[in-house]
């Protein structure tokens, strides 16, 4: 029988095979330990460098986006408004640690709007105005004159600050608790200072809150906006100085911020009524140019968070937050939140601004006046119907400014061989006393050129031709047409060729409007009420005899609102 014997070393220092196996388990431990390092040392390059790629894939900047905390990039050009521009950068320089100071150019709202409206380039990356109108009326400046301007991006409000009515202690206590309202500027219980609306927001902001109050009456606003025009001043601190110094009720359309600021150096300090009616405010806007870069994007971010968190800083400069809530160290009517406009009111603060301009502007008028042989016609016992037309156009001649300009024409058949028209004044500047007698007294002696029939249609043309070829930008060209009967000239143009000539000559950009006044019931309003609406103007008609002279100074007043007079 054979026998196994155990497997034993042939001496003693032969490994067993035991411990061979233990062994090659360690070594292949070892290695599966460094394959595993090995691999965690591969994995973290790998992802340092899908890190360092995916940064280094995403596109260069000139400037790292600024956040809040952080400083804005230094080479970032902010143009602001002086009335904020202090305010603006001290938020700037607290945005970070030792935050440099930001590069703030200082320009009025109104000198950066016109160079935006003209289609002028930007030099801002951020332009920081005083109110969110003024981007809104470089835009529609900008529409109107067809000039291709930079498209801008308006951001949310930052700041705002009140429109207040700036007085006396003593005239705010003649006032009473009442205080005073927009609505009662209508009472004219007060002098009113109004800053020139083309440059001082608050101004214009006053003005659409006037349009509010009055609930949208055009006649009602243009008789006001026309009686505050001879207290126009041209700026804010004008304004406050001419109520600290006038010895009788006086009061300024200004901001909370401007008093607080007046207040600072004046010996007399003003006295900040709210209205008590529409309260109106005006919005700090930050303002960049469309496509701005992302560098540009990101500060405007940083810096609008940082302007929300600086309620402290804004108080120290007279400003509200963008909530229009007022300091913490505010007291009596300072303490009533007043909230800033939204972005359409904006917008209607600028179309109220642009509403302002064309009533007050001078104007440029034809009067082309009715001769014809019916304007002898009595209407009273000692009356003609052209003797009540002569008292009345002199007082609508008395109505206007200096700055205007008057022609007087008169009409009646075949006044000048086969023409209707002749020209008896022409055009000269009412502040000349000597255009203005002689305007005066040829409407005094209308009734020695009375006669014939009346050549209306050919005459009207006439004028509006000739207010077009002489057109003069900046003023309110006009025909002022009077009469008292209807077209009797067979040999001329009819209604419907009339009407068509008129749209030939139609020109949004340089309006010529024709306002005609029917005087009596045998007038052919019909007509009339055609002639006004193919040139945007107006037609009346004044039934009776003591119309005649309310219709006429209310037609002149009425000028500038065609065609939305209401």
Same mark, same amino acid.
């Given at each position: 029988?054979?026998?196994?014997?155990?497997?034993?070393?042939?001496?003693?220092?032969?490994?067993?095979?035991?411990?061979?196996?233990?062994?090659?388990?360690?070594?292949?431990?070892?290695?599966?330990?460094?394959?595993?390092?090995?691999?965690?040392?591969?994995?973290?390059?790998?992802?340092?460098?899908?890190?360092?790629?995916?940064?280094?894939?995403?596109?260069?900047?000139?400037?790292?986006?600024?956040?809040?905390?952080?400083?804005?990039?230094?080479?970032?050009?902010?143009?602001?408004?002086?009335?904020?521009?202090?305010?603006?950068?001290?938020?700037?320089? /607290?945005?970070?640690?030792?935050?440099?100071?930001?590069?703030? @150019?200082?320009? /009025?709202?109104?000198?950066?709007?016109?160079?935006?409206?003209?289609?002028?380039?930007?030099?801002?990356?951020?332009?920081?105005?005083?109110?969110?109108?003024?981007?809104?009326?470089?835009?529609?400046?900008?529409?109107?004159?067809?000039v291709?301007? @930079?498209?801008?991006?308006v951001?949310?409000?930052?700041?705002?600050?009140?429109?207040?009515?700036?007085?006396?202690?003593?005239?705010?206590?003649?006032?009473?608790?009442?205080?005073?309202?927009?609505?009662?500027?209508?009472?004219?219980?007060?002098?009113?200072?109004?800053?020139?609306? @083309?440059?001082?927001?608050?101004?214009?902001?006053?003005?659409?809150?006037?349009?509010?109050?009055?609930n949208?009456?055009?006649?009602?606003?243009?008789?006001?906006?026309?009686?505050?025009?001879?207290?126009v001043v $041209?700026?804010?601190?004008?304004?406050?100085?001419?109520?600290?110094?006038?010895?009788?009720?006086?009061?300024?359309?200004?901001?909370?911020?401007?008093?607080?600021?007046?207040?600072?150096?004046?010996?007399?300090?003003?006295?900040?009524?709210?209205?008590?009616?529409?309260?109106?405010?005006?919005?700090?806007?930050?303002?960049?140019?469309a496509?701005?870069?992302d560098?540009?994007?990101?500060? &405007?971010?940083?810096?609008?968070?940082?302007?929300?968190?600086?309620?402290?800083?804004? $108080?120290?400069?007279?400003?509200?937050?963008?909530?229009?809530?007022?300091?913490?160290?505010?007291?009596g009517?300072?303490?009533?939140?007043?909230?800033?406009?939204?972005?359409?009111?904006?917008?209607?603060?600028?179309?109220?601004?642009?509403?302002?301009?064309?009533?007050?502007?001078?104007?440029?008028?034809?009067?082309?006046?009715?001769?014809?042989?019916?304007?002898?016609?009595?209407?009273?016992? /000692?009356?003609?119907?052209?003797?009540?037309?002569?008292?009345?156009?002199?007082?609508?001649?008395?109505?206007?400014?200096?700055?205007?300009?008057?022609? @007087?024409?008169?009409?009646?058949?075949?006044?000048?061989?086969?023409?209707?028209?002749?020209?008896?004044?022409?055009?000269?500047?009412?502040?000349?006393?000597?255009?203005?007698?002689?305007?005066?007294d040829?409407?005094?002696?209308?009734?020695?050129?009375?006669?014939?029939?009346?050549?209306?249609?050919?005459?009207?043309?006439?004028?509006?031709?000739?207010?077009?070829?002489?057109?003069?930008?900046?003023?309110?060209?006009? &025909?002022?047409?009077?009469?008292?009967?209807?077209?009797?000239d067979?040999?001329?143009?009819?209604?419907?060729?009339?009407?068509?000539?008129?749209?030939?000559?139609?020109?949004?950009?340089?309006?010529?409007?024709?306002?005609?006044i029917?005087?009596?019931?045998?007038?052919?309003?019909?007509?009339?009420?055609?002639?006004?609406? $193919?040139? /945007?103007?107006?037609?009346?008609?004044?039934?009776?005899?003591?119309?005649?002279?309310? &219709?006429?100074?209310?037609?002149?007043?009425?000028?500038?609102?065609?065609?939305?007079?209401?």
């Amino acid at each position: 029988m054979v026998r196994v014997q155990p497997n034993t070393p042939a001496n003693d220092n032969a490994p067993t095979r035991a411990a061979t196996r233990a062994a090659k388990q360690r070594r292949r431990s070892l290695l599966l330990l460094g394959a595993i390092g090995v691999l965690v040392v591969a994995l973290v390059v790998v992802i340092g460098v899908v890190f360092v790629r995916g940064v280094s894939d995403e596109p260069e900047r000139a400037d790292p986006p600024a956040s809040p905390g952080e400083c804005l990039p230094e080479d970032l050009r902010i143009t602001a408004d002086p009335a904020v521009a202090d305010a603006i950068a001290a938020v700037a320089a /607290d945005m970070g640690t030792n935050c440099p100071d930001p590069k703030i @150019t200082t320009e /009025d709202s109104a000198v950066t709007a016109s160079a935006l409206a003209t289609g002028g380039e930007p030099g801002f990356d951020v332009w920081v105005p005083d109110s969110a109108m003024w981007p809104a009326r470089a835009a529609g400046q900008a529409e109107r004159a067809g000039v291709d301007a @930079t498209e801008l991006v308006v951001g949310d409000a930052v700041a705002s600050t009140p429109v207040v009515f700036a007085a006396t202690e003593p005239t705010a206590a003649a006032l009473g608790d009442a205080g005073a309202g927009f609505s009662s500027l209508a009472q004219r219980t007060v002098a009113v200072v109004l800053p020139d609306p @083309t440059t001082v927001a608050a101004s214009s902001a006053a003005l659409l809150a006037l349009q509010t109050a009055l609930n949208g009456d055009a006649r009602t606003f243009t008789a006001l906006a026309l009686g505050l025009d001879p207290g126009v001043v $041209a700026t804010a601190t004008a304004a406050l100085d001419a109520v600290s110094a006038a010895t009788s009720p006086t009061i300024a359309v200004t901001t909370e911020q401007a008093v607080q600021s007046y207040d600072e150096s004046a010996d007399a300090p003003l006295v900040p009524i709210f209205p008590a009616d529409v309260k109106p405010a005006v919005s700090v806007p930050l303002v960049t140019a469309a496509g701005a870069s992302d560098a540009t994007v990101a500060a &405007v971010k940083a810096l609008t968070d940082a302007m929300a968190d600086a309620g402290d800083v804004l $108080a120290g400069y007279g400003l509200r937050n963008a909530a229009g809530s007022p300091p913490t160290t505010a007291s009596g009517d300072a303490e009533t939140t007043i909230a800033a406009p939204a972005a359409d009111e904006s917008a209607n603060q600028a179309e109220a601004l642009r509403t302002w301009q064309v009533l007050t502007a001078p104007s440029r008028m034809l009067s082309l006046n009715d001769v014809s042989g019916s304007m002898l016609q009595p209407v009273t016992a /000692d009356m003609r119907r052209i003797d009540l037309f002569e008292q009345a156009a002199v007082r609508a001649v008395n109505s206007l400014s200096a700055d205007s300009s008057l022609a @007087t024409w008169v009409f009646s058949s075949r006044r000048i061989g086969g023409q209707d028209w002749q020209e008896i004044v022409p055009f000269g500047s009412l502040g000349d006393p000597a255009h203005k007698q002689l305007t005066i007294d040829t409407a005094n002696n209308l009734d020695s050129l009375v006669g014939g029939g009346t050549g209306l249609y050919d005459s009207v043309l006439a004028a509006v031709t000739y207010m077009r070829q002489t057109y003069e930008p900046g003023k309110i060209n006009l &025909v002022l047409l009077n009469t008292d009967g209807v077209n009797e000239d067979d040999d001329g143009l009819d209604l419907p060729g009339l009407l068509t000539e008129l749209e030939k000559l139609r020109d949004p950009a340089k309006p010529v409007a024709v306002i005609a006044i029917g005087y009596g019931p045998d007038t052919d309003q019909s007509a009339l009420e055609q002639i006004a609406a $193919a040139t /945007d103007g107006a037609a009346y008609q004044a039934l009776q005899p003591t119309d005649i002279g309310t &219709v006429l100074i209310d037609a002149v007043t009425q000028r500038g609102c065609r065609p939305s007079c209401g």
